[in-house]
């Protein structure tokens, strides 16, 4: 049950009641619109009509009227219902309020955000008023509650214990469980993973689960265990077996797996008859890739791709709804239902002319009517991560010969690493990088200075220094193929206490702050989009040949992905848990 029924009065259920009978007058009518009943498929041409934010009737009489009713022709349009997209990572440089804000200009009512890097570092009450705050946005805010922190570091891991999650968990505004990464621990026994999966099974709420490529043995597993759904189906062969276990599947197109063209494809040439159990994402993509719209942005590809525009617009709104237990309030045009209503020029037009959030005019051709609120970010705890002082130095790099064979690094694709064992040359005892394209330094260092892991990379580009804390270990990543530029780009970011930036040729080329957490910026979107554009313009040019070089560094430190990355520990072969290079103190 949302908050918005708990907090409606009796009254005014009453007056909701009334003005459906046709006897007070209307809040708002909307008139002479077509109307997309998600519900039947049928297009109709019906009077919508208001009292407050709530939607009162759906139907061909006139509502009553007065003085005070707000009465909209929408002669022309064709009205659906808000957009609710499932499953969002908001803090990818940008944040949840500047995502909400342009999310909600595009059509996109309703947010669903995972709190890994919030639950990491805010304090539970910080947390509390965290969702309480975002409660109060234009843009309906809801959340996940994560069960592991994707980085098998012991210090984060201590902080997912089941009581914490419990208490998370029985939040209203909280509506699932996951994403969840460490599912291989849980499906082998580890007791840790079993007590937080029981919480989350207790709770009632939904849980989602991270299985790229997994067999139908181990999606048996991880059903058995509690898992309610998946976004990571690549095929659609893959997105069949999800369904048959039981699963909904959310259907993504993001910057590293634009799959869902091909997925409705592919469900297209199996006649899927099973659409009502399916979602479409973002999953978190960079701003960069979020310039051509959002959760609109998916509807269109959908039906580009041969879905009826009904089951289209199903996907993006009545089939969240009615998985996270939300129908009753929210997914279509229908009586007691919130009024969250796009107004399209064309069905085949997914990004809405008008955007009608609580039964107000938020947007006109994505365009705000109103700024946000604004948020002191600092009253919830969110502000710049404590980090050592800026004396980084080129000596830091260097890497001891272990052998003849050495281990490096190499890019897969923009999120895959794969082992390459390599003669490399060495002088003075130091491991030296070859003269040849592709190869570079790359060090994760501890924030507060305890720690570095060094190694070489091949395959991400050819730069003199790039440094970013923008990781999943909270800790700086730094590459580059000159120490000396590598300390002052590390020692740039230190300084700015987080952000993204490249020197070249001793020059600072390229700077983005992210103050929040190392992670996020308090910049518009608009701002960001063309930032992050410019990096990874930047980077193509140094020989970047992935999707998403922002996901590339993020997940340099990520050890649920295969197959090598940098830990505390030191470079690590997360199939088998090798540590391949140690670490190095640099405790004096």
């Keep these: 049950m949302s908050d918005n029924v708990r907090n409606m009065s009796q009254e005014k259920l009453r007056r909701l009641i009334s003005v459906s009978r046709l006897q007070t007058p209307a809040t708002t009518w909307i008139r002479g619109a077509q109307v997309l009943n998600v519900y039947t498929g049928e297009v109709l041409p019906l009077h919508v009509v208001l009292c407050e934010d709530r939607i009162a009737y759906v139907g061909e009489k006139e509502p009553l009227t007065d003085d005070d009713t707000r009465i909209i022709d929408a002669r022309g349009f064709t009205l659906v219902p808000g957009y609710i997209e499932p499953h969002v990572h908001s803090y990818q440089v940008y944040n949840p309020l500047t995502l909400g804000e342009y999310a909600l200009a595009r059509g996109t009512t309703t947010l669903l955000h995972d709190n890994l890097v919030f639950f990491l570092h805010l304090a539970e009450r910080e947390l509390e008023e965290l969702l309480a705050t975002f409660h109060r946005l234009p843009v309906k805010n809801y959340w996940w509650c994560r069960l592991d922190p994707q980085v098998a570091q012991p210090e ?313 804390t923008y990781t999943l270990s909270g800790d700086l990543v730094i590459l580059g193929r000159d120490p000396v530029q590598m300390a002052q780009a590390a020692n740039h970011v230190i300084a700015h206490r987080g952000g993204i930036c490249v020197w070249e040729r001793g020059e600072l080329v390229y700077d983005l702050p992210l103050p929040m957490f190392g992670t996020m910026s308090p910049l518009p979107m608009s701002h960001l989009i063309e930032e992050s554009g410019r990096l990874f313009e930047l980077l193509r040019r140094a020989g970047y040949l992935f999707a998403d070089p922002i996901y590339s560094l993020l997940f340099l430190s990520a050890t649920h992905l295969p197959k090598v990355r940098l830990t505390p520990q030191g470079i690590c072969n997360t199939n088998d848990g090798q540590i391949l290079l140690p670490a190095r103190s640099l405790k004096k």
């Excluded at 709770?203 to 309610?228: D, F, Q, Y």
């Excluded at 009904?310 to 007691?336: C, F, H, K, M, S």
Aim: negative net charge.
């Design 156 to 468: 984060m891991v201590a902080l997912f214990t089941p009581e914490r999650l419990k208490q998370i968990l029985q939040h209203p505004l909280v509506l699932q469980a996951g994403e969840l990464t460490f599912w291989k621990e849980l499906i082998d026994g580890d007791m840790g993973m079993v007590a937080r999966m029981w919480e989350a099974r207790q709770s009632g709420k939904r849980i989602e689960t991270h299985n790229p490529g997994a067999s139908v043995e181990t999606l048996n597993a991880v059903a058995a265990a509690g898992a309610t759904g998946c976004h990571e189906s690549i095929t659609a062969e893959e997105v069949m077996r999800r369904l048959r276990l039981g699963y909904y599947a959310t259907l993504r197109y993001s910057s590293i797996r634009p799959d869902l063209p091909d997925l409705i494809k592919g469900l297209l040439e199996l006649d899927c008859q099973h659409w009502d159990r399916m979602m479409l994402t973002t999953d978190g993509s960079p701003p960069f890739f979020l310039a051509a719209g959002f959760l609109d942005a998916c509807v269109r590809l959908a039906i580009e791709a041969g879905l009826s525009p009904a089951l289209a617009y199903r996907l993006a709104t009545l089939n969240p709804a009615v998985y996270y237990r939300l129908d009753q309030e929210l997914g279509g045009i229908a009586p007691g239902r919130i009024a969250d209503i796009l107004f399209l020029e064309d069905l085949r037009n997914p990004t809405p002319v008008r955007v009608m959030a609580n039964g107000r005019i938020v947007a006109e051709n994505q365009v705000p009517q109103e700024p946000f609120p604004s948020i002191e970010w600092t009253r919830l705890g969110i502000g710049a991560l404590p980090m050592l002082e800026p004396k980084v130095e080129p000596e830091w790099f260097e890497i001891t010969a272990p052998g003849d064979a050495f281990p490096v690094m190499e890019m897969y694709n923009a999120v895959i690493t794969r082992l390459r064992s390599e003669s490399l040359p060495v002088r003075d005892g130091r491991v030296q990088l070859p003269q040849k394209p592709g190869y570079m330094y790359v060090s994760l260092l501890h924030r507060q200075g305890e720690w570095i892991t060094t190694g070489v990379i091949k395959g991400f580009a050819e730069l003199d220094a790039l440094a970013c």
